[in-house]
C-alpha cells in the first residue's frame, strides 16, 4: 500500500521514530511491516562481520574489503529485500516502513569514493518509496549519540565520513522527489509529529484525492 524509507546519519533516530510511525499506522487499522537494512539475512550478517564494526550497532568502518565488494553487499542485501519481503508486503496491501534503504548506500558508499551514477545505476532494481524521511542532524550531535556505540581511536575518521554522508544525503534529497527533510534535533515526539503530519499531507491526503478523482 504505501512504502515509506527512513534515513539518515549514525544516531539520527531512525529506529526510534519507524517503530513509533509503526505503531502510529497499527492503531489506525493498517498492517504493517517494520523492517530494516542491512537485514537480518544471511546477507545482513554477512554485511555486519565484513563491513561494520562497533558492538551492537555497527559503524562502517571498511578496513577489511574493498569499497565495491561493499556496495555489492549492500546490493545483494536489498535486492532479497525488496524481492523476499517488501514487493510481497506491498502487493499484500501492507504499510512498509523501512529504516535504511538504496540513499544508505548512494550516501556512504558515494563518500567512500565510489561512482555515484555507477551506485544510482546497481540499485536500479530498488522500487522507489512514496516516501522517504531524511532526518537530518549536525555531525556533533550525531558523534555525542554514537559514541558509545563506536571506537575511540576510530573518532575522527567516523566524524570525516558521517560529515561527508550527511552532506551527500542533502544533495540526494535535492536529486530524488520523494525525500522529505525532518530536523532530528527536535525532541522524539516533535519528531513523530512531523513525521505523521507529512504521511498525512504526502499519502492519506494525496490517495483519498487521487480515489475521489478516479471516482469521477
Ligand atoms: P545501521 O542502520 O547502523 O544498522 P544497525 O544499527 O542495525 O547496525 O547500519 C549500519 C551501517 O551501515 C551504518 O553506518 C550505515 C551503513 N550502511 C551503508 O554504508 N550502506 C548501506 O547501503 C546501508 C543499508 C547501510
Not at 189 to 203: A, P, T
Amino acid at each position: 500500500m504505501f512504502f515509506i524509507v527512513l534515513e539518515g546519519i549514525d544516531g539520527a533516530g531512525k529506529s526510534t521514530q519507524a517503530k513509533l510511525l509503526a505503531k502510529w499506522f497499527n492503531k489506525r487499522g493498517y498492517e504493517v511491516v517494520l523492517t530494516k537494512e542491512p537485514t537480518d539475512t544471511a546477507f545482513g550478517k554477512l554485511i555486519r562481520k565484513l563491513v561494520l564494526t562497533g558492538g551492537k550497532e555497527g559503524i562502517i568502518d571498511g578496513a577489511r574489503i574493498s569499497h565495491e565488494a561493499e556496495a555489492l553487499l549492500f546490493a545483494a542485501d536489498r535486492a532479497e529485500h525488496v524481492k523476499k519481503l517488501i514487493k510481497p508486503s506491498l502487493e499484500a496491501g501492507k504499510v512498509v516502513i523501512s529504516d535504511r534503504y538504496f540513499y544508505s548506500s548512494l550516501a556512504y558508499q558515494w563518500a567512500r569514493g565510489l561512482d555515484l551514477d555507477w551506485l544510482i545505476d546497481l540499485n536500479r532494481f530498488a522500487i522507489r518509496p512514496h516516501l522517504t524521511i531524511l532526518l537530518d542532524l549536525p555531525v556533533k550531535e550525531s558523534m555525542k549519540r554514537i559514541n558509545g556505540r563506536s571506537i575511540k581511536t576510530e573518532f575522527d575518521k567516523i566524524a570525516e565520513l558521517q560529515r561527508k554522508v550527511r552532506e551527500n544525503y542533502l544533495t540526494l534529497a535535492k536529486r530524488f522527489e520523494e525525500v522529505r527533510i525532518i530536523n532530528a534535533l527536535a525532541s522524539v515526539e516533535d519528531i513523530h509529529r512531523d513525521i505523521v503530519s507529512l504521511v498525512e499531507h504526502e499519502l492519506l491526503n494525496k490517495g483519498a484525492m487521487m480515489s475521489v478523482s478516479h471516482a469521477d
